[in-house]
């Protein structure tokens, strides 16, 4: 049942479909304002990359890498990690972040950020396991109670096999 992680585009079976599903969740959990969310079309640009694992035939995960600049540094700010629920604890978001940690070093960057809401408490706990650690906000993001800001050096970690 294991897939090999592929970079996908906008046009790639299941993208549509798993960023709707995505969608749907964060707008039940959230209202609208909070929700910034990566567009369908935005992974085809220079600077993102998108990745995913399909376990027969269905697209069963995915995440984003979105490759920014603020101010003087530049940094990855990981968007849509997402598994389906019927393929979860397979090991999938550990092998996509993973995966998206080496696409930041290979881009010669040390540093991660993310947003993640304050209810996504298996997402604030993988992140953590990988070194995450809570910050400030950033870029357009504007504190709120509901919204949790993480970033990750990565520079002295070492990334998790790709199992």
């Known amino acids: 049942m294991k897939g090999s992680i592929v970079r996908l585009t906008s046009s790639c079976d299941g993208v549509s479909e798993i960023f ?12 609208n304002e909070l929700n910034i969310l990566l567009s369908v079309d935005e992974v085809d640009q220079d600077n993102s990359e998108l990745c995913g694992i399909y376990i027969e035939g269905e697209l069963a995960a995915c995440g984003a890498v979105i490759f920014k600049q603020e101010d003087n540094a530049k940094y990855g700010e990981f968007k849509r990690i997402y598994v389906k629920p019927q393929f979860r604890g397979l090991g999938l978001s550990k092998r996509i972040l993973s995966h998206l940690i080496s696409l930041v070093t290979e881009r010669g960057l040390n540093k991660i950020m993310l947003e993640t809401g304050v209810k ?44």
């Not at 709707?20 to 209202?31: A, F, G, N, R, V």
């Open 120 to 163: 996504q408490y298996e997402a604030i706990a993988l992140y953590r396991y990988f070194g995450f650690y809570e910050r400030d906000s950033y870029g357009a993001y504007k504190p709120d109670p509901e919204s949790m800001f993480m970033q990750l050096y990565v520079a002295d970690k070492p990334i998790l096999a790709q199992t």
């Open 20 to 31: 709707s599903e995505i969608d749907k969740l964060m707008h039940s959990l959230y209202p």
